[in-house]
């Protein structure tokens, strides 16, 4: 049952003339503004500690294309959220949250322009690379947008949510809350500040928003514990000094020549480009429905078409990370974020981004202050995932999160061997495996983690409703993308792990043949073993 469905329209309030701004809206301006103002200070580290990205090209060309893509993408959200408000007559819808795909920054980082930048010695030539490989991302979401609503109407919510659960619990949840605990005295004390009036519905002083109390005591913490020599957060007035240096104001400019120069590392991207583009599209089917499943229904081809769109206007404009429709849609609704907080953060980000002013946040708020926000909007969607579909599906949303899982752990492997220079291949698999670390079982399954997840929660659910021909046919969709590597693989190919693809046939002929024995088994006929029952005596 769709959203629409679920909430009659009024016909007296049709037509009516939404508000745009609510008092909610200054909590979810201040719960999604701090996680997208983490999101762009994790971005601008990575371009200048990371990718060793000039100075000129990182606040003069990248940073304000990302404000004019992130700026077009929620204001056009926010639109959305007026013509559903409007058509609906409610008053209750709450706009789409977006920004910067977190998995494709690093992703686009580390396997794009990192490796391009450090084999030919020029970072811009990185940057050139990443932004072809955001080029032909963004014509798969907008080819994808046709194809996804079919997709939505076939998988189970269950498994739908059930990967989007596993990608907050394991790549939201997770790193927020090891901060808030390498720096207790400044994460808890923040996380109760949040968790009181975000789940606890306590209402502070003067209305004044759980985040941006959060953020104020974390800073008075984080500055006033420099007084006793203690430190915590890392705060230091030679950090704020040198963030001066990066103010000016910078208006984005056409990179087509940069684009163009792009071309030459194409074969490298496109290993990378298709799968992550796949990705993009499954994961903005869970978002969006993950705001159907909060009560708010917007058209998946419209929104997919957006992402990829804003996206090339981006990237032509100078900025190589793609555009999301964002996990976390029932969080800000739930904050009492309605159409306004989407438009407000796209200015938000355009005042950030084009005059230089990043650098300086970065210096003056300490992250584990903002990371219990990050860690409640995990919490919101892994718990969504089981509140929003039937008990008995439990165990399929279980076991569609569990990939991403596996993908997690073998991230933190991966980043951890190769900070002591070496490698699981040179350590050897079977010296992990003595001591309980099945390494090849976490790249194997990890491989592919949302497609993974999406097609085992979808069997699972179908397994329990006993749909065994539908269970089939998941299987065997799992055993063809297995075998072109856009499931349990690194990369696309063919025969990219074939024991696996082959496994799924496997179980794709054990379910069809159960689908046999069970619809004999339940037919008339065989209800009557005795066959037919003479007629009683009259």
């Not at 990192?114 to 811009?124: R, W």
């Not at 984080?222 to 704020?240: I, K, P, T």
């Not at 910078?250 to 799968?275: K, N, Q, R």
């Not at 297995?482 to 024991?499: K, L, R, Y």
Request: aromatic share 12%; glycine share 12%; proline share 6%.
């Amino acid at each position: 049952m769709s959203a629409t469905e679920m909430t009659p329209i009024s016909p007296a309030r049709t037509g009516m003339r939404p508000t745009l701004w609510t008092r909610g809206d200054w909590n979810a301006l201040f719960g999604f503004g701090t996680n997208i103002l983490v999101n762009m200070l994790v971005l601008t580290g990575l371009l200048q500690f990371v990718l060793k990205m000039p100075p000129e090209i990182v606040f003069g060309r990248i940073l304000p294309a990302v404000g004019l893509m992130m700026f077009l993408s929620t204001v056009y959200y926010a639109f959305l959220g007026y013509q559903l408000a409007k058509k609906t007559g409610r008053d209750d819808v709450c706009a789409l949250p977006s920004g910067i795909s977190v998995p494709h920054m690093f992703v686009v980082t580390f396997v794009i322009m990192l490796p391009i930048g450090a084999a030919t010695g020029d970072p811009v030539q990185g940057w050139e690379a990443g932004l072809v490989w955001v080029f032909f991302q963004s014509f798969i979401l907008m080819i994808g947008g046709f194809v996804a609503p079919y997709i939505r109407r076939i998988t189970p919510r269950a498994a739908l949510l059930g990967t989007l659960a596993g990608v907050s619990i394991a790549f939201i949840s997770m790193r927020p809350a090891f901060e808030i605990f390498a720096t207790p005295v400044i994460g808890l004390t923040c996380f109760a500040i949040i968790m009181v009036s975000w789940f606890g519905g306590v209402k502070y002083p003067r209305g004044i928003p759980a985040g941006l109390i959060a953020i104020a005591v974390g800073m008075i913490i984080a500055w006033g514990s420099n007084l006793f020599g203690l430190n915590y957060g890392g705060m230091s007035l030679d950090n704020v000094g040198a963030a001066f240096t990066t103010f000016g104001f910078s208006v984005p400019l056409p990179a087509f020549d940069h684009v163009f120069h792009g071309f030459d590392y194409l074969g490298i991207i496109l290993v990378t480009a298709i799968p992550f583009g796949i990705y993009d599209l499954v994961e903005a089917m869970d978002n969006v429905e993950s705001a159907e499943a909060a009560g708010d229904h917007y058209p998946t081809t419209r929104v997919l078409t957006a992402d990829g769109v804003v996206s090339l206007i981006g990237c032509l404009m100078g900025n190589p990370f793609i555009n999301a429709v964002y996990i976390g849609h029932p969080g800000w609704k739930s904050m009492g974020g309605r159409i306004g907080y989407s438009a407000a953060t796209g200015l938000m980000v355009i005042v950030l981004s084009w005059f230089g002013i990043i650098a300086l946040l970065l210096a003056l708020i300490p992250v584990v202050a903002i990371s219990p926000i990050l860690l409640y909007i995990g919490m919101l969607i892994g718990a969504q995932a089981f509140q929003t579909t039937p008990s008995k599906h439990a165990p399929a949303v279980v076991l569609a999160l569990t990939p991403h899982l596996a993908a997690w752990a073998k991230l933190l492997i991966d980043n951890s061997l190769a900070v002591a220079g070496t490698s699981a291949a040179a350590l050897g698999l079977e010296k992990l495996g003595a001591v309980g670390v099945l390494y090849h079982g976490l790249e194997v399954m990890g491989g592919g983690a949302i497609l993974v997840g999406l097609v085992l929660g979808a069997i699972g659910v179908f397994v329990v409703e006993r749909q065994f021909v539908n269970a089939a046919a998941f299987a065997l969709a799992g055993a063809v993308l297995t075998f072109f590597g856009f499931m349990h693989g690194e990369s696309v190919g063919i025969g990219v792990t074939p024991t696996v693809a082959f496994a799924y046939l496997l179980v794709a002929g054990f379910l069809f043949g159960c689908a046999k024995y069970t619809a004999r088994e339940e037919s008339p006929a065989a209800a009557s073993a005795d066959g037919p029952q003479p007629a009683p005596a009259e």
